[in-house]
């Protein structure tokens, strides 16, 4: 120890933050850590009550106090910062010292304020009775004790979602110019207590047009305060700030629709807005023996809601899905000590809900159950067990992806936690009971509008692996077009003449009779024959394995890439030119995706999807069979000049497009398929093993 150093104590108590929900708090003394307290989750008053010795060489250096919000995956958000003056406490005197949190960008917003307890003792040695100065300390706190049970009792009702509001970003007027050229690449970030959405980037104007349509889900019913930011997006620098402004979710009334036209600080330009506020709990989590379908009144209730008597009541509102999270076996050891402390983090679409840690286990019991409302029922569920690591970011241990529409009812099933990119197994298995109900209605109409974005996405990163697997896909898909193109030009070439022949006299007769129903007609056909075929047990649908062996063999490669000095010089290459490489990876994957779910409707790879399909091109070919072509055209070309007439802020889709973003492509049907758990895992064999 040196000598003249002291020793500060510093009891966190707790932290009265604006729009944060996971927030840990740093201590710094001469730009070095001190100090980092745990995470606090889904709160915005979190209660520490942590003791921490900090040892001080120089009292003139202050006490540098940083909160964030822990964000999963992504860079923690800074929610404010104070200074505690050393100079200013007397020795061995406890002081409850109070401090308001600044960002120093924005001096004059107020970001709440931490409650410390703080004792500076001469250091001479190591603290002799640290259980009396402990014991001191939670007496100088007893006035903070009835606050941190009434936050903990807050901390406890913030899981049930209490409404939803709904924000469609229709556009930016008159928006502040960053760049040197007299306009910005603006986009739009929202916070709502934890949670953070952000628009897309709209290059190179100042009157930028979104149209995208965000939900926030409200934990207090008197409703909040969104935070929202302007941002110009700078390659290769910090982005710049272009403004501020705040929608008091108080002052609006429920269930209507609000235009607004808010004003961004120091005139930077306005932003045009569409708040809907719902009143209606509809994602919850609670223990398993407290909320089950099992109870017969409950169940029927919700059977009632989505019956097919109630097709236009709220379209919105498709179906209900309830998980239950039981319990995972033989999960990774993530520490040093073979053990792990995993939770668990359920995902449907932006929808995002955790379990609570079990300490030092590898098989985990959490038995709870989260109940989310579904919005499209071709979404994905996703499930995903990490190991919570107080000084980093949480450890990854399995993942597994489940449609909805391959859900069993009510079976208790063992999945294999699958790795990162979903296409191998790890190790653990988790035992989920699932109950989705729906009506099929709704949902069939809910495919023909635009698909809901998931606003928190890895970004996509530069990959040779990636890139070499993209090519593959999309030269697959064009080689069906060669080969059908060969195929018809050897019919003409009489390469065999009884094909060539039937090929004439078919070629005479559809070109003799042709009306437009028939082409609706043709690909109906073709969707029965394949589900004939399927039925009858003759399935041609052979599974690429192209696809599957490479995403496989991802990982792999790329180890061998570390090891191979010629594909690192490969790789070092490609980085020189990454953004050009990145859209190039990603255009083939679109490419390869749009031909893969063509190919998987007419494969009956989601029978729901084909069913629909076989409905929409009966009701069209009955239209073109019916209605002269002139008059079809004449109700399209009306409906399209009138739609911004009838509806200024409607978002513009496609039909078709938006149906075919529900089928999954050839990778994704790797990534959701289901991998055989092993035997031992079986719930029947262990609950033999098992009786109690």
């Not at 009891?11 to 708090?25: F, H, K, R």
């Not at 100088?140 to 009835?146: A, H, M, V």
């Not at 932003?271 to 719902?278: F, G, R």
């Amino acid at each position: 120890m040196l000598k003249g150093s002291y020793v500060l104590e510093v009891l966190l108590a707790y932290v009265i933050i604006q729009g944060t929900s996971d927030p840990y708090v740093k201590f710094k003394i001469g730009g070095k850590e001190v100090f980092r307290s745990k995470i606090i989750h889904k709160n915005l008053n979190p209660v520490w009550e942590e003791k921490a010795y900090i040892l001080v060489d120089h009292l003139r250096e202050p006490l540098y106090i940083k909160v964030f919000d822990y964000d999963f995956g992504l860079q923690d958000d800074f929610m404010g910062s104070a200074f505690l003056d050393l100079t200013q406490l007397e020795l061995k005197r406890p002081k409850d010292v109070t401090l308001t949190l600044k960002d120093p960008h924005y001096p004059d917003h107020d970001l709440g304020v931490i409650l410390l307890s703080v004792v500076l003792t001469p250091n001479e040695g190591e603290p002799r009775d640290v259980t009396m100065l402990m014991r001191k300390s939670w007496k100088r706190s007893s006035k903070f004790q009835t606050q941190s049970l009434r936050l903990s009792e807050l901390h406890k009702k913030s899981h049930l979602w209490r409404g939803i509001v709904s924000i469609t970003l229709i556009e930016g007027r008159g928006l502040k110019a960053m760049d040197s050229n007299g306009l910005s690449d603006p986009y739009v970030k929202f916070r709502l207590g934890h949670q953070k959405y952000k628009s897309k980037i709209m290059p190179k104007t100042l009157n930028p047009q979104w149209r995208e349509q965000f939900d926030f889900h409200l934990y207090d019913e008197r409703g909040g305060v969104i935070d929202i930011t302007a941002w110009d997006k700078d390659a290769g620098k910090r982005d710049d700030f272009i403004g501020r402004c705040q929608v008091d979710l108080s002052a609006l009334s429920r269930e209507q629709t609000h235009k607004l036209e808010l004003q961004l600080e120091e005139g930077a330009g306005h932003l045009v807005l569409l708040v809907t506020l719902t009143a209606s709990a509809t994602v919850c989590i609670s223990d398993l023996s407290g909320n089950s379908l099992e109870d017969q009144k409950e169940r029927e209730a919700i059977l009632k809601r989505y019956s097919p008597l109630r097709i236009f009541h709220n379209l919105k509102d498709v179906g209900f899905l309830q998980v239950k999270v039981i319990r995972a076996e033989g999960l990774m050891a993530a520490d040093v000590t073979g053990k792990s402390d995993p939770f668990c983090v359920v995902e449907l679409n932006n929808d995002r809900l955790l379990t609570h840690t079990v300490y030092k286990n590898l098989s985990p019991e959490w038995n709870k159950v989260f109940t989310f409302n579904i919005k499209d029922i071709h979404s994905v569920l996703e499930v995903t067990v990490y190991d919570e690591d107080r000084d980093r970011s949480a450890d990854f241990l399995g993942k597994v992806a489940i449609p909805l529409l391959s859900i069993q009812n009510g079976e208790r099933k063992a999945y294999v936690l699958k790795n990162k990119p979903l296409t191998g197994p790890t190790k653990g298995v988790i035992y989920l009971e699932i109950d989705v109900i729906f009506n099929a209605v709704k949902a069939s109409l809910r495919t023909l509008i635009p698909k809901e974005q998931k606003y928190i996405e890895e970004e996509n990163r530069l990959s040779k692996q990636l890139l070499l697997r993209n090519f593959i896909r999309m030269k697959r898909c064009v080689m069906v077009l060669i080969n059908a193109a060969y195929y018809v030009n050897s019919c003409f070439d009489w390469d065999s003449p009884p094909r060539s022949l039937a090929a004439f006299v078919l070629f005479l007769f559809v070109v003799w009779n042709f009306e437009l129903y028939m082409i609706p007609l043709v690909l109906l056909l073709l969707l029965t024959w394949n589900y004939f075929l399927i039925v009858s047990g003759k399935d041609n649908r052979q599974r690429d394995t192209v696809v599957e062996d490479m995403l496989e063999d991802e990982e792999e490669e790329d180890d061998k890439d570390d090891k191979d000095s010629e594909k690192k010089g490969f790789i070092n290459k490609i980085y020189a030119i990454q953004e050009v490489c990145v859209s190039v990876q990603n255009v083939l994957d679109e490419v390869a995706s749009f031909g893969e779910r063509i190919k998987n409707t007419f494969n009956w790879t989601v029978p729901f999807l084909s069913w629909l399909a076989i409905v929409a091109l009966c009701v069209f070919t009955v239209i073109l069979y019916f209605i002269p072509l002139r008059y079809i055209v004449l109700v399209w070309g009306i409906n399209k000049f009138t739609k911004k007439l009838r509806s200024p802020y409607a978002i513009d889709n496609n039909e078709l497009l938006d149906f075919l973003s529900r089928v999954p492509s050839d990778v994704q049907v790797v990534q959701y398929q289901e991998l055989k758990p092993d035997p031992s895992h079986s719930p029947c064999k262990r609950k033999k093993n098992n009786p109690g």
